[in-house]
Structures are given as C-alpha cells and as structure tokens.
C-alpha cells in the first residue's frame, strides 16, 4: 500500500513524499517541487512522485522513533549509507513497525 508523508531529512533530500510498503520491501518516492508550487497540498496528494530509494528490510542497519511534540519521527538507515526520515503517521506506523520489528528480530 502507498502513503503520503514529509520526508523531513534522506539521502536523497528532504521533501514531499510517498512510500510503498510491497511485502518486505520499501519504496519512497519524491513528489515534484513544481507540482507543490502550481497545485497545491491537493497536486501533491494526486502525484505518483519519481522513486527515490527502494530497499528490502533486510538491508536496515538500524531503525529509531523519535517522538516530537506533535509528531512522529521514524528514521532508518541502511547498510549501503543511505537513510530516510520522515513523519511517521499512525497508518503508516501500524503497517511498517510490525515489519521492522520482525526484522529486527531476526538479526
């Protein structure tokens, strides 16, 4: 399944985003700067985005929820250096933790 999220710091820059939780892998997607400028909160939530990183939980070296006054963080960083951080919404925290503990577990 896909959601909508702040991506608030990557290796790929921080932005407006997508990720796509397919099995055991991870798919982020940056949305367009341009969209965001032209059509709004609403361009933003229509667009695909461009895939910026895909990885399988198998290639997380670590994981951490920080938790802000009024949000979530969740940052995962990757065994090749690459790494993502964004607003961890309660939909996509009930779909991917379960995923990242498990995977956690099995290490």
Do not use: W
């Not at 909508?4 to 820059?13: D, P, V």
């Not at 709004?40 to 997380?60: D, T």
């Amino acid at each position: 399944m896909r959601y909508n999220i702040y991506i608030k710091n990557s290796s790929f820059g921080a932005c407006d985003g997508a990720v796509e939780i397919s099995g055991n892998e991870l798919i982020f997607y940056k949305k367009s700067q341009f969209v965001r400028a032209f059509f709004g909160a609403v361009g933003v939530a229509i667009a695909s985005g461009k895939e910026a990183l895909r990885f399988s939980v198998g290639n997380i070296q670590s994981y951490a929820v920080t938790d802000k006054t009024f949000s979530r963080l969740l940052e995962i960083k990757l065994n090749d250096g690459n790494y993502v951080c964004f607003k961890l919404k309660s939909d996509v925290e009930s779909e991917i933790m379960p995923l990242l503990e498990n995977s956690a577990a099995h290490r």
